[in-house]
């Protein structure tokens, strides 16, 4: 039996994994996890079942010939270096993946900023969370989540804000209902009446993008009602002059009623209910964060708690939830283009003690280039040369027709992949073969920032190699031998845990277990690792004063709908699919719970539209089109529509959401809006 843990969601369950024959192993729950202590949603339970080498890259292929891992790696390094030397280092960018571990990320990170010399290393958890980094670094100083999942065991009222929890996060979800029947109450804010929202005590369908009022009306609420933590906010909360002013306004009930377009009853209801509950855990997720507006929809929430004293102890914090399996640990080595490393920013000082840390020739000067602003930068020619690694941005990225075209006219695309034939591997010169979950080793780091193993199950099959030791080859044919001189993924770990703590007061949130020298005993034997005690429980920040932010967000004018196009698209998950389906694809039982993509449509639009449930309609945007099958819902707002993200060219003739969603990101955070575009639908 090896311990290790799930490859899909944020969540991080542990796993107990029994190899009974070539290729094939049972799947456990580990019920010494402290994620999921022994329980498994239907996509971690059939890991088992995608373990085939169905489709697999297991050679490197130069175009469509197979190359050997030499010739393969010596071009690639030869590219990249002759595109710095001719246009600069931000003429070449690396795109990699919350799927990656945080050995992989480490050495791809080093690799771009301190030798090449450029923070052109962005991720596809920009998709995902970058709105709540942006959030937690405002208020916290930091990119601190400041909670853990023991907190909902400990909360009384538990609120989710934009996430359908009991579907994209199934095991957070049986624990927040297990609080609930203990007798917690359940508030979800979603415009979507979701299986989550069905059985809340309450649901505030609010209008999309109001979130900001909703959370200041809430505030404004505790505000006149006496219940703000004035000794907590006195000693540990910096409140910038006209904070109350700014939040104030438009925030009594009524007005937000209006704006939210919410009963005022329904949000009285949960403003009393957070009033009178100190214990309370606000749960967030991609609803807030992929936002034009994500990083003050993340503030809007922090301030509540920061100033109702709701942080720092049991069953009282904001709680982002992550949609990956380590998008925690590429935030820890600064895999994100607006990190340094370990948490820093390129204030001189850390560029400085990171790149002493490296003994690296050059230190990327400033943040690189966010997701959509770098296929941008590819769409326009900035970029010469391009290494894409564990994600299909083809898909992916909003207006991903265009990330197609630009990928296909950039000079050099390397992929860096398990599967073979990807919509974005179409477009690559090079493929490289990528180790699978359950071939490599190495962690990830989970949304309340435990720190869990994967270990190989199997040997590697073909050619394939882990994702850092192909990235170290390529710094070493690049020139960097001795930086990039990784035998095992224990000694980048070690690597990462002492960089952490570099001449950083060895008092952050960092002190990685693994710094201690010697033997790989406590890197294999970490199963998991969990940070003690509860973030800022001594009502410290890690701020210069220590103390929290308040930030003054207000309310953005929600825009009218257009005349050509008047609804409003979502987009979101399928229960039991993971992304572009590459892997929840080969398991045939995951399939049954929806079989192809659906769009879901009030009945009064229904109506109006002439759109029959059961039959095929058309959503366009200004970006693209696609074809799907009808769903008619009471649960959808009129107005708005609803499509999964989970479709491909390679999957579907229809359901192609990427297509849809406009390249407009949060000004701050840069995470895409793709929670509300502009659309229209017809019957086909
Ligand atoms: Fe895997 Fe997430 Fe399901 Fe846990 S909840 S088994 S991590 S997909």
Redesign the pocket.
Same mark, same amino acid.
């Not at 996060?169 to 957070?172: G, N």
């Given at each position: 039996m090896i311990l290790t843990t *799930?490859a899909? *969601?944020g /969540? !991080? *369950?542990g796993i107990r994994a029994t190899v009974t024959g070539e290729r094939q192993v049972r799947i456990e729950g580990d019920p010494d996890h402290p994620?999921?202590r022994g329980r498994? *949603?239907s996509? !971690?339970?059939h890991l088992g079942e995608t373990v085939s080498l169905d489709g697999r890259l297991l050679h490197p292929m130069i175009g469509r010939k197979r190359a050997s891992w030499d010739k393969a790696l010596d071009l690639v390094a030869r590219k990249f270096r002759d595109a710095i030397a001719t246009h600069g280092p931000d003429s070449v960018a690396f795109y990699v993946s919350g799927q990656l571990l945080t050995e992989d990320y480490y050495v791809a990170n080093k690799l771009m900023k301190g030798f090449i010399g450029s923070a052109n290393i962005d991720t596809n958890s920009r998709l995902c969370m970058s709105s709540a980094v942006a959030g937690h670094m405002r208020a916290f100083g930091e990119d601190v989540v400041p909670a853990n999942y023991d907190d909902i065991d400990a909360a009384d009222l538990i609120v989710l804000v934009g996430s359908n929890t009991a579907w994209c996060? @199934?095991? /957070?979800y049986q624990r927040i209902r297990a609080r609930c029947e203990a007798g917690a109450k359940l508030v979800v804010i979603d415009p979507r009446r979701t299986e989550t929202a069905e059985e809340a005590d309450l649901h505030l369908p609010l209008r999309p993008g109001s979130d900001v009022a909703l959370m200041n009306g809430a505030l404004a609420w505790c505000r006149d009602v006496g219940v703000l933590d004035a000794g907590f906010v006195a000693d540990h909360v910096a409140v910038p002059d006209g904070f109350w002013d700014a939040i104030g306004e438009g925030s009594d009930l009524w007005s937000v009623a209006r704006t939210c377009d919410l009963p005022v009853a329904d949000l009285k209801r949960f403003y009393e209910l957070f009033a009178a509950t100190p214990r309370t855990v606000t749960l967030f997720s991609q609803g807030v964060n992929q936002s034009l507006a994500g990083t003050d929809q993340v503030n809007a929430i922090l301030n509540l708690h920061l100033a109702t004293g709701r942080i720092g102890k049991p069953g009282a914090a904001p709680f982002s939830i992550t949609g990956q @399996?380590n998008a925690m640990g590429g935030r820890e080595v600064g895999g994100l283009a607006s990190t340094l490393a370990a948490h820093m920013d390129f204030a001189p000082g850390n560029r400085e003690r990171v790149q002493r840390f490296w003994a690296s020739p050059t230190i990327a000067p400033k943040p690189g280039l966010k997701a959509v602003d770098l296929f941008r930068a590819v769409d326009e020619g900035r970029i010469k040369a391009l290494w894409i690694m564990a994600t299909n941005p083809a898909v992916s990225m909003p207006d991903a027709g265009r990330v197609r075209d630009a990928l296909a006219g950039c000079p050099f695309v390397v992929v860096s992949d398990v599967i073979a034939d990807t919509d974005t591997s179409a477009h690559a010169h090079v493929r490289l073969p990528a180790a699978a979950w359950g071939e490599k080793d190495g962690t990830v780091t989970n949304s309340d920032r435990t720190i869990s193993r994967q270990r190989a199950l199997f040997p590697r099959p073909g050619e394939a190699q882990p994702d850092w030791w192909i990235v170290k080859e390529v710094g070493r044919r690049m020139g960097w031998k001795t930086a990039f001189a990784y035998d095992r993924p224990a000694e980048i770990w070690r690597e990462h845990a002492r960089l952490s703590t570099y001449q950083n007061d060895g008092k952050r949130l960092f002190a990685l277990p693994g710094q201690a020298s010697g033997g790989n005993a406590r890197y294999e034997a970490m199963q998991p690792f969990r940070w003690g005690g509860t973030p800022f429980a001594d009502g410290r920040f890690p701020t210069p004063d220590g103390r929290a932010r308040l930030v003054p967000v207000v309310q953005k004018p929600l825009a009218a709908p257009l005349r050509d196009w008047p609804m409003t698209l979502n987009t979101g998950r399928y229960r039991d699919q993971w992304h572009s389906m590459t892997r929840t694809g080969l398991a045939p039982k995951l399939a049954r719970h929806r079989e192809e993509p659906l769009v879901e449509v009030h009945p009064a639009d229904a109506d109006r539209l002439g759109i029959a449930d059961g039959g095929l309609a058309r959503v366009a945007t200004p970006q693209g089109d696609s074809l799907y099958r009808v769903s008619v819902s009471a649960g959808q707002r009129p107005g708005e529509l609803f499509v999964p993200i989970h479709w491909t060219d390679r999957t579907s003739s229809g359901g192609r959401t990427g297509l849809l969603p406009r390249p407009l990101a949060d000004p701050i955070s840069g995470q895409p809006g793709f929670k509300m575009t502009p659309a229209r639908i017809a019957a086909v």
């Open positions: *799930c899909y *969601c /969540v !991080g *369950c994620a999921n498994l *949603c996509k !971690g339970t996060h @199934p095991i /957070v @399996p």
